[in-house]
């Protein structure tokens, strides 16, 4: 059984249960996340969970999709991709839409061989990495909604696996920037949301961090600056890596500016 994809399936129904009972209008109300509507939100989660998906049950189809996929986006833009490939279905429609797939979708990737290799738009991965991806985004863009709701998360250890890619892209960060790490990977101790202690690389006290484990996932996912928590920061290279850390694939990007993403 693959945890990750239980763990997918309960961030998803925590991010369902709070969109349920919207109102149509307040899709539409831009977040603070470059703008974002929460019918992009459900827009991007939905077609890139497909995609996901895709890979796992007709690997050609896949390729065959993303070649087309990249192309027109490339004419366009990423926003206006998801929102013709999800065919207009906006508000309460796109909602049920993205949670009855997801739904079959977790349940389908339970069963899955965890080191299976599976083809993405950058370098095949296992499938505990493709599903733990997935849990990642729907983590991370479900804060905006949370933010623009007004509605403060209870966290879950489900977010071990956010945790864990956090720490494994430190040198990521940095190649995407084109940069050279400053040094080896800083200690991190976080306090999980049942109490529990997880613990990332090499014991030091002149290099750590230290705190809540959620608050760590908002700096590495870059929905949160590393001032508006109250992680404890030691050492130059974890001060560097905090400053830009960065746990999803594609460009460079800037975290948001400190005050600037909040819950209503």
Not at 81 to 104: C, I, M, R, V
Not at 208 to 233: H, M, P, S, W, Y
Request: glycine share 8%; hydrophobic share 40%; with cysteine.
């Amino acid at each position: 059984m693959l945890q990750e994809a239980l763990d997918f399936k309960a961030e998803s129904d925590a991010l369902y249960a709070l969109m349920r009972d919207m109102n149509e209008a307040d899709f539409d109300a831009p977040t603070q996340f470059k703008g974002w509507t929460l019918n992009n939100v459900l827009e991007h989660l939905h077609m890139w969970n497909w995609a996901a998906n895709e890979s796992y049950v007709d690997e050609d189809n896949f390729a065959a999709w993303l070649g087309d996929a990249m192309t027109a986006i490339g004419k366009s833009s990423m926003r206006a991709y998801e929102a013709d490939w999800n065919g207009g279905a906006k508000g309460q429609a796109l909602l049920e839409k993205w949670h009855s797939f997801y739904t079959d979708m977790a349940a389908r990737f339970v069963e899955v061989d965890p080191k299976k290799r599976l083809k993405w738009a950058g370098p095949d991965m296992s499938a505990r990495s493709s599903i733990s991806a997935r849990l990642m985004e729907t983590w991370a863009h479900g804060q905006e909604v949370f933010d623009q709701l007004g509605a403060v998360r209870n966290d879950q250890d489900t977010i071990r696996s956010i945790a864990v890619l956090g720490t494994n892209t430190f040198g990521w960060t940095y190649a995407t920037r084109g940069e050279t790490p400053p040094g080896p990977m800083p200690f991190v101790k976080l306090t999980a949301p049942s109490g529990a202690i997880w613990e990332f690389g090499e014991a030091s006290n002149a290099e750590r961090i230290e705190g809540k484990a959620a608050e760590f996932c908002q700096v590495v996912t870059q929905v949160r600056n590393i001032a508006d928590t109250d992680l404890t920061v030691t050492g130059d290279v974890a001060a560097d890596w905090m400053s830009k850390a960065q746990c999803f694939a594609g460009a460079p990007e800037t975290p948001p500016a400190p005050g600037t993403r909040f819950t209503k």
